[in-house]
């Protein structure tokens, strides 16, 4: 299993919203095909065929913030991504 299936199932189990790394959870959108655009802090993430925004920005630890890991998880359901 590689590093980005292990991610995947990290995100989509639910278990761990807290641990997992901002620049892991920023990888795993772009190798999901997303585009990226970096604005200060914040890293905006868009791909055609999703509605949403992900807008993420790191919490001080280098975490992501939990609450938009459970966006980006809904976003993986909703989408079949």
Not at 10 to 33: Q, W
């Amino acid at each position: 299993m590689s590093k980005w299936d292990k991610l995947r199932s990290k995100i989509v189990g639910g278990r761990s919203d807290h641990n997992i790394e901002f620049h892991d959870l920023t990888g795993f959108l772009t190798r999901l095909g997303f585009d990226e655009r970096i604005g200060g802090g914040h890293h905006t993430f868009s791909m055609e065929r999703v509605e949403e925004i992900i807008s993420l920005q790191p919490k001080l630890d280098g975490k992501a913030k939990a609450y938009q890991v459970k966006q980006v998880r809904e976003i993986i359901g909703k989408y079949d991504l």
